[in-house]
Structure formats: structure tokens, C-alpha cells
């Protein structure tokens, strides 16, 4: 998820051409490591820990720099209008991993999101929250949750959504860190710690983007670490301390989503509803980006005022709201966390049966910068 989103304004200068809905595509912009649990031996589910482990860390990088090189700093991204849509597909033709990802609700803004590999049988599926503070940083804390499904073993993986810091604001060079501790906790029983860290105040002490983890088993055995940056390099090694793989995050290839082109989209897909802001960011025109981002949000604030349009008669498209999640919840004891459907306006949950029946366009006639 995003880094940065929810009720703050930024200056058209400093936006990034993409909203917060299309951020759930950098779970999978590897897309090999997406799938790789479910290419291990039903004899080693803590080989299948470690690939579960190894894809969340090298995903890390893409979802706090949005796709960009750190040197390159960060931007804020669009903040996603209620029933907003990313949809997407990343791989080579007949091994694709697709992404549905819906903004559900706006006050307070909630980003549901669900990504499948149907040839390898994994999926996950999750949703966020994200409510941000300032402190001479800008703090975000991530409220939700994400379960990763590897079919073939009926193996389910709490993985969890890291806070943010986004640093180095008054000296005009923001990066983000994440920090705290968390676990990603497999129904197999293997459990990875995972710590993050970063520079201390004022820059002293620490590294930038330091991450440290180890798997170890239901009695506490520890079977793998890795320590290292999730932007840059990351050393795995086994449980004697023998180094097994270097994974480099600066140099590992990331697959581009391919979206339908936007004649084929429908109104509500992210990229059409904010062509006008995406199109002058690209040419550098921030009064062109200035006045389109306002007619879509001003038309987004008339059709709020309608009953049958407001927030709480909304329905969503591909999701449906629920109370629990009882596979969440099971594995949220063993992390020590558990739902908190009360600030997220309750558990998402993909509705394969619902988006079955989709048709296009799929709000009619409504679009979301039309006049009501």
C-alpha cells in the first residue's frame, strides 16, 4: 500500500501520476516470487515460509517508492474517490497474476484489494486503512490486514501492512522507513519475525531501510534469517549461519501492469477517471493539474449529497462488507493482533460471485465526474 494518502493536500508539484487505488500492483510486480510458495514441497513448509517472507520484503520497495528509484524521492499519490478501480494483470501471457483493487470507503478511506495467480493456484487478498500524523514526520499507521492462500497445500499466511515514517521532510530529501515489529504467521506453523529500522535523529546512527527477520517453527526453533535494506541488498541465510542466497533489490527485474487501454476501460478505472491530472503531470502543467484534480473531486462531493449516492447507501462492486474473518483471526492470535473492523467499516472480502456478473459499463450511466 501507499505510503502516503488519505486527507492530505499537496501542492500539484509534488503528486505522483498514480492513486493510491493502483498501489496493491507492487504485491506482485515480482510476480515469480508471488507464486514461488506453491512451487516448494509439501514436505518443507518452512522452505514455503521463506518464499512467503522473501516476496514481502522484495515488494517493499516498490509499494513505499511507488515505483520509483529512491535517489529519486517520493511523491505523493492521488488520493482514490470512493468506488474508484485499479484492475490489472503482470506476467507473461498464461502465468499472469491479476489485481482488482477498490476504494470501498472515504470517510474514512479504505483501499480493498484482491490478487490471483489462477495457473499456480495463490492468492491474496486484503484491505488498509491508513490514518496519518505529523511530528516534524509524517506518520502513517496501517490499519487492516492481508491473507496470502496457497491452494495446493491449503496453507493461509497473516501477512501484515508495516507503519510508515516518512522522513527528511524539513530538509527537502522525504524518504520513507517503516518501523516496528511484525509477524507473518503460516497455519503451517512457522512464524517470521520481522523487525525494521532506520536512521536515528537527526540522521545518527542506524541504517537506512535496515530490516532484520527469522523464521523459526512452532517450539521456537529458528530455521532461516535475512538481514539487510529492502531497498537495496538483503542476505538469507539458513539455520547454522551458512549464507544462502543475496537477493538484490536495486537490480531485480519488476514486471510493468498491463491495464486495458483506456478506450476499453470503464469510467470508474483509476487511470480514465484521473486521466486529466495523470496527463498533465506528465507534461509538467500544474495548472492543468490543478484544475482537472478539482472538477473530478468537486463532482465527487455533488454526487455525495444524493441519498442514493451518499457514502452510506454506496455499493460496492467487488467486494462485500463482512463482520469476520475467521482464518484472519485464527492467525492473528498467534501474532498477537486481531481485527479492528470497527475502524476499517468492517472485514473486505473479495466477492468472486458478485464480480462474475459484472458488466460494463458497471454504474450505468454514472461516472464519477459526470453532473448528477
Given at each position: 500500500m501507499s505510503y502516503l494518502s488519505s486527507n492530505i493536500t499537496a501542492p500539484p508539484f509534488v503528486l505522483a501520476d498514480k492513486s493510491t487505488t493502483e498501489f496493491p500492483r507492487y504485491w506482485i510486480s515480482h510476480p515469480d516470487l508471488f507464486v514461488?510458495?506453491?512451487?516448494?514441497?509439501?514436505?518443507?513448509?518452512?522452505?514455503?515460509?521463506?518464499?512467503?517472507?522473501?516476496?514481502?520484503?522484495?515488494?517493499?520497495?516498490?509499494?513505499?517508492?511507488?515505483?520509483?528509484?529512491?535517489s529519486e524521492g517520493i511523491k505523493k499519490p492521488l488520493n482514490a474517490f470512493l468506488g474508484e478501480l485499479f484492475i490489472a494483470e503482470?506476467?507473461?501471457?498464461?502465468?499472469?497474476?491479476?489485481?482488482?483493487?477498490?476504494?470501498?470507503?472515504?470517510?474514512?478511506?479504505?483501499?480493498?484489494?484482491?490478487?490471483?495467480?489462477?495457473?499456480?493456484?495463490?492468492?491474496?487478498?486484503?484491505?488498509?486503512?491508513?490514518?496519518?500524523?505529523?511530528?516534524?514526520?509524517?506518520?502513517?499507521?496501517q490499519i487492516g490486514h492481508a491473507v496470502l492462500t496457497v491452494e495446493k497445500y491449503d496453507e493461509d499466511y497473516l501477512i501484515p501492512l508495516?507503519?510508515?515514517?516518512?522522513?527528511?521532510?524539513?530538509?527537502?530529501?522525504?524518504?520513507?522507513?517503516?518501523?516496528?515489529?511484525?509477524?507473518i504467521v503460516s497455519s503451517s506453523g512457522y512464524v517470521a519475525e520481522v523487525d525494521?529500522?532506520?536512521?536515528?535523529?537527526?540522521?545518527?546512527?542506524?541504517?537506512?531501510?535496515?530490516?532484520?527477520a527469522k523464521i523459526h517453527d512452532?517450539?521456537?526453533?529458528?530455521?532461516?534469517?535475512?538481514?539487510?535494506?529492502?531497498?537495496?541488498?538483503?542476505?538469507?541465510?539458513?539455520?547454522?549461519?551458512?549464507?544462502?542466497?543475496?537477493?538484490?533489490?536495486?537490480?531485480?527485474?519488476?514486471?510493468?501492469?498491463?491495464?486495458?487501454?483506456?478506450p476499453d476501460q470503464d469510467p470508474w478505472e483509476s487511470r480514465v477517471a484521473w486521466h486529466g491530472v495523470i496527463d498533465s503531470i506528465h507534461k509538467g502543467d500544474m495548472q492543468g493539474?490543478?484544475?482537472?484534480?478539482?472538477?473530478?473531486?468537486?463532482?465527487q462531493r455533488e454526487l455525495r449529497k444524493h441519498p442514493e449516492t451518499s457514502e452510506e447507501a454506496w455499493e460496492t462492486l467487488f467486494f462485500r462488507r463482512?463482520?469476520?474473518?475467521?482464518?484472519?483471526?485464527?492467525?492473528?492470535?498467534?501474532?498477537?493482533?486481531?481485527?479492528?473492523?470497527?475502524?476499517?467499516c468492517g472485514v473486505w472480502r473479495f466477492d468472486a460471485e458478485k464480480a462474475g456478473k459484472l458488466e460494463k459499463p458497471w454504474r450505468g450511466g454514472m461516472e464519477p465526474a459526470s453532473k448528477y
Open positions: 514461488a510458495p506453491a512451487a516448494q514441497s509439501q514436505s518443507d513448509p518452512a522452505k514455503r515460509s521463506l518464499a512467503v517472507l522473501k516476496w514481502f520484503l522484495a515488494s517493499l520497495r516498490g509499494q513505499q517508492y511507488a515505483g520509483r528509484k529512491p503482470i506476467g507473461l501471457e498464461g502465468e499472469e497474476t491479476r489485481l482488482v483493487s477498490e476504494q470501498v470507503s472515504h470517510h474514512p478511506p479504505v483501499t480493498a484489494c484482491y490478487l490471483w495467480n489462477q495457473k499456480h493456484g495463490v492468492r491474496a487478498e486484503g484491505y488498509t486503512r491508513q490514518e496519518i500524523t505529523f511530528s516534524g514526520s509524517v506518520n502513517i499507521q508495516p507503519n510508515v515514517k516518512v522522513k527528511g521532510i524539513l530538509s527537502g530529501g522525504p524518504y520513507p522507513e517503516l518501523n516496528g515489529s511484525y509477524k525494521f529500522s532506520g536512521k536515528g535523529v537527526l540522521g545518527f546512527g542506524g541504517e537506512r531501510n535496515h530490516v532484520k512452532k517450539d521456537g526453533k529458528v530455521v532461516y534469517t535475512v538481514e539487510g535494506s529492502w531497498t537495496e541488498k538483503l542476505t538469507f541465510k539458513n539455520a547454522s549461519g551458512t549464507t544462502i542466497e543475496i537477493y538484490d533489490c536495486d537490480t531485480a527485474a519488476v514486471s510493468e501492469a498491463r491495464t486495458a487501454p483506456l493539474v490543478a484544475n482537472a484534480k478539482s472538477m473530478l473531486e468537486n463532482a463482512e463482520k469476520e474473518h475467521a482464518v484472519a483471526s485464527r492467525l492473528m492470535e498467534v501474532a498477537g493482533t486481531k481485527l479492528e473492523a470497527d475502524k476499517t
